[in-house]
């Protein structure tokens, strides 16, 4: 194979062949990216345009990528954690497709951050991120180049949480539109996409029956309440514990059992975190657990379970399967945990399917549009997603099932606008 004469960092070129396959394979469910890609070629909307982005380097993200190229933009690619990367996909990226890519899966915290900072030695003018680390890295270490950037995307709400944070605290320098709060984003690759995938890591790395089982699901949004629902189909009896009152409510209302993490801890076979928060399963929980206990995150960081803890009250820990460790706690119980505590559907099974990325990074993609093509830049905070993006990404995704709606008449709209008629 000839090299490439871009830059990049993958694990194997060779792997390329399956990664252009695979990479088909997604593209079959993306219709709606298809459309954009299409449309994208045509128009160069992004033309000359220099993005980085640090996103979960998957098949899907390849026919994103795909996408943003046709229109002109010039991308370079590296991973949201470093655990999630397809390294067939990344060597089929470099080797078919000219993109710089910087990733390998599983590579340790300073390959990863350095991989970060080879995506922004291309000088990006706009940033997509999916946790923030890029944002972040570039405000904190690459300041000297914030003043080229115009605009920025985010795609999870763990990010979207770091970036207000950051916009409250006068540090953020460049406005970013958080694609997670799209409804054609949450409601469906949060709810579905995470649901579905939670549960094919878990059952991957285990092969575990869910049927008569206590799973345990923390946190009671778009991600957990897809989870339990697939769980429950599964026949699994699902616990929620949540701190927000009304998703609580809703859980308990949707059939589920309530109560706190301590009361659950003694109950629970499955285990599983979505809550983007930290400690969500500490010592005192893993000291009540039952032997055999089998304990999986689903949200953005590997920081909902208290692995270090873990570890500290365990005598030994070994590798019994793929992705799953035995940690043997000092009165002989066994807890595993799957996937080194990171986001379960990415490190043991494929991540989201392409059906429901395609609506997200459809999203993703006129987003980068929009903050391209505005004469006048959006002012520095974190957007909400234009409502006609929002609408444009239902309405095709629609189209490409073949399913089509009623139309409001004009007595309808007209009724809807008005307070005149009552009883
Ligand atoms: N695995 C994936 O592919 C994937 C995809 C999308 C989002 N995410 C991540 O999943 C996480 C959740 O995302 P979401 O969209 O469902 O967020 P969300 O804000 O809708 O829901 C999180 C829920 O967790 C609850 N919570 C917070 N702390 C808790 C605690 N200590 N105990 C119990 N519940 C607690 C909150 O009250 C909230 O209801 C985020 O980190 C997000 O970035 C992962």
Not at 183 to 209: C, E, M, P, W
Not at 219 to 248: D, H, N, S
Not at 257 to 272: K, R, S, T, W, Y
């Amino acid at each position: 194979m000839v090299k490439p004469a871009i830059e990049y960092d993958v694990k194997d070129l060779k792997l390329a062949e399956e990664g252009v396959k695979r990479i088909e394979w997604a593209a079959r469910e993306m219709p709606v990216i298809r459309l954009i890609r299409e449309r994208f070629g045509r128009e160069k909307p992004l033309k000359g345009l220099r993005l980085a982005a640090c996103l979960h380097v998957t098949t899907e993200t390849a026919n994103l990528v795909l996408a943003l190229k046709a229109g002109g933009a010039e991308v370079a690619l590296c991973a949201s954690n470093p655990l999630s990367t397809q390294d067939d996909v990344a060597a089929a990226l470099v080797a078919v497709h000219d993109i710089p890519v910087f990733c390998i899966r599983g590579e340790d915290d300073p390959t990863y951050y350095k991989h970060i900072h080879a995506v922004l030695d291309q000088k990006p003018q706009i940033t997509l991120d999916d946790g923030a680390d890029l944002v972040a890295t570039l405000h904190k270490d690459r300041r000297e180049l914030l003043p080229g950037v115009i605009g920025g995307t985010e795609e999870t709400t763990t990010g979207v949480v770091r970036l207000k944070a950051m916009a409250k605290a006068g540090a953020l320098v460049y406005p970013i539109i958080a694609v997670n709060e799209a409804d054609t984003k949450h409601q469906f690759d949060n709810r579905y996409g995470t649901g579905q995938s939670t549960v094919d890591g878990i059952i991957r790395a285990t092969n575990i029956l869910w049927a008569g089982k206590n799973v345990v699901v923390a946190g009671y949004g778009w991600c957990g309440k897809g989870f339990a629902m697939r769980a429950k189909g599964l026949g699994a009896k699902v616990i929620v514990t949540e701190v927000q009152p009304l998703r609580a409510l809703e859980a308990a209302m949707d059939g589920h059992q309530v109560m706190p993490m301590a009361e659950a801890a003694p109950l629970g076979d499955i285990f599983c975190t979505l809550t983007g928060d930290i400690n969500v399963l500490d010592r005192h929980h893993f000291e009540t657990m039952k032997d055999g206990a089998i304990l999986a995150n689903s949200g953005h960081f590997n920081v909902e379970i208290n692995i270090k803890g873990l570890g500290e009250m365990s005598e030994s820990k070994r590798r019994v399967r793929e992705n799953v460790e035995e940690y043997r706690l000092m009165d002989g119980r066994r807890i595993f945990l799957l996937g080194e505590g990171r986001l379960i559907n990415l490190a043991a099974a494929e991540g989201h399917p392409a059906s429901v990325m395609d609506m997200s990074f459809a999203n993703q993609a006129l987003c980068v549009e929009y903050l391209a093509s505005r004469d006048v830049p959006l002012p520095v905070d974190v957007h909400v997603v234009p409502p006609e993006i929002d609408e444009e990404v239902a309405r095709l995704k629609l189209a490409s099932m073949g399913t089509t709606i009623d139309e409001l008449t004009e007595e309808q709209r007209k009724y809807l606008s008005s307070w005149e008629e009552g009883t």
